[in-house]
């Protein structure tokens, strides 16, 4: 590869990494304008710990439209022990919310691909919506996937607007916006 060429990637990579950590530390500053408990100690360096995990994520998801069992599987795992450890909510409620994080995705592209005979959606995500059921509960998936949802959707108007040659069918990475979602989720709780 050029010099020049990979000097570009470098900066591109860069800025995008900038970008994402601007976006997360203004999510993470929200907490003081809204009255809600800023973590502290061990949880604070929990959610410092998630949110660079979500941003690696979102950068890996971006390049390259993948999202790598080796950080999302550990994610999933470490919210169950997260939330046995802080009592946010049960072990079996971390389970459960895990296992229907992940089913949510699989049918979905499941009925996708009997309607399209192609995949809409990577198991990776799937993997990642885990890791948030078990983090937040049950009761967090769903405000996770309409918050990513509406960034899903603002994602697309936002790059057909600007680059006209997007349609229906243009592959979008939905990590990032999932992973965006979970910090949101985790800060602020069910908005």
Do not use: E
């Not at 570009?8 to 800025?15: P, Q, R």
């Not at 949510?104 to 009997?114: A, D, P, Q, S």
């Not at 399209?116 to 009761?139: H, Q, Y």
């Amino acid at each position: 590869m050029p010099r020049r060429r990979l000097q570009a990637l470098l900066l591109c990579d860069a800025a995008l990494v900038a970008g994402l950590v601007v976006v997360y530390v203004a999510v993470f500053a929200a907490l003081f304008l809204n009255d809600r408990p800023v973590p502290s100690g061990p949880v604070l360096m929990l959610s410092l710990w998630l949110g660079a995990t979500l941003i690696a994520l979102s950068v890996i998801d971006i390049r390259s439209g993948i999202l790598p069992d080796i950080l999302t599987l550990p994610l999933a795992g470490s919210g169950v022990i997260v939330t046995m450890w802080i009592g946010s909510s049960s072990v079996i409620n971390s389970i459960i919310g895990g296992v229907i994080g992940f089913c949510l995705i699989f049918f979905v592209n499941i009925i996708y691909k009997t309607v399209k005979k192609r995949d809409g959606i990577g198991m990776g995500d799937g993997k990642l919506l885990s890791a948030a059921g078990t983090w937040l509960g049950v009761f967090g998936i769903a405000p996770v996937l309409l918050w990513a949802c509406a960034m899903g959707v603002t994602t697309f108007v936002w790059l057909w607007w600007r680059h006209r040659q997007i349609h229906r069918q243009s592959p979008i990475a939905f990590g990032p916006q999932l992973a965006l979602a979970f910090w949101i989720v985790w800060l602020h709780g069910p908005v």
